[in-house]
């Protein structure tokens, strides 16, 4: 469990390599910095009183090249740890939801501060975010009318053959005309009769019939046919 291990040279050059080779964080016990200045200060102690006393002695050699490892591995840590905050902390200052694993104290802080700071560049870049406004009663949609019920379709209606039959008309002397025959005209039939029109005849004909005897100049119209006022 975090917070139970003890920091050795073991432990840095596990974190070392775990940091150095995943993109994700590696969980620590908040005080994991304490310890490893604390084990720092206790090799560095270590390595100088056995070069006080034989600075050639492998012992001392020995915690000498320890000491070295350990600082900068401890560097390599933390520039680590750091780049993969710095990019949770823009995550978070952009809104996105970022898990953050276990932190040290010190590193909290430092995530903190960044979110903060980050915060800041883009208000001071973008401007203050807008409101949303809140809609009024006059900007919400109008409830859609109800559309009109459709007309129930008309049934089929069934007609016998001797209802189609049209019935004859009969004509009236509103559509004749009185007309004077210009010469013998050969026999035709009209609506409902056979007509046989001679030269000098004068002759009541339909207004249709005696047009066209007058356009091919074989009757005049003499007046309208009807009824004497």
């Given at each position: 469990m975090p917070g139970e291990e003890e920091v050795n040279f073991e432990r840095v050059t596990k974190v070392y390599r775990e940091e150095?080779?995943?993109?994700?964080?590696?969980?620590?016990?908040?005080?994991?910095?304490?310890?490893?200045?604390?084990?720092?200060?206790?090799l560095d102690e270590g390595a100088n009183g056995e070069?006080?006393?034989n600075p050639n002695s492998p012992k001392a050699l020995l915690l000498q090249d320890e000491l070295r490892k350990v600082r900068k591995r401890r560097d390599q840590i933390f520039t680590y740890r750091e780049r993969k905050l710095a990019l949770l902390a823009s995550s978070r200052a952009s809104g996105a939801e970022v898990e953050v694993p276990h932190l040290t104290t010190q590193e909290s802080a430092l995530f903190e501060n960044m979110v903060a700071l980050l915060k800041k560049s883009r208000a001071d870049a973008f401007g203050p975010v807008p409101q949303k406004a809140e809609p009024t009663p006059g900007?919400?949609?109008?409830?859609?009318?109800?559309?009109?019920?459709?007309?129930?379709?008309?049934?089929?209606?069934?007609v016998r053959s001797e209802d189609t039959k049209r019935i004859a008309v009969a004509p009236t002397l509103k559509d004749h005309v009185l007309v004077h025959v210009l010469e013998d005209i050969p026999p035709f039939a009209g609506i409902d009769?056979?007509?046989?029109l001679k030269r000098e005849d004068v002759v009541t004909l339909p207004k249709t019939i005696a047009?066209?005897?007058?356009?091919?100049?074989?009757?005049?119209?003499v007046q309208v046919a009807g009824p004497p006022a």
């Open positions: 150095s080779g995943k993109k994700t964080l590696v969980n620590l016990e908040a005080d994991f910095y304490d310890k490893l200045a604390a084990y720092v200060a206790r070069a006080q006393k900007d919400q949609a109008p409830h859609s009318k109800a559309p009109p019920p459709t007309k129930e379709p008309e049934r089929m209606r069934v009769t056979t007509y046989r047009q066209i005897l007058v356009d091919r100049g074989k009757a005049r119209i």
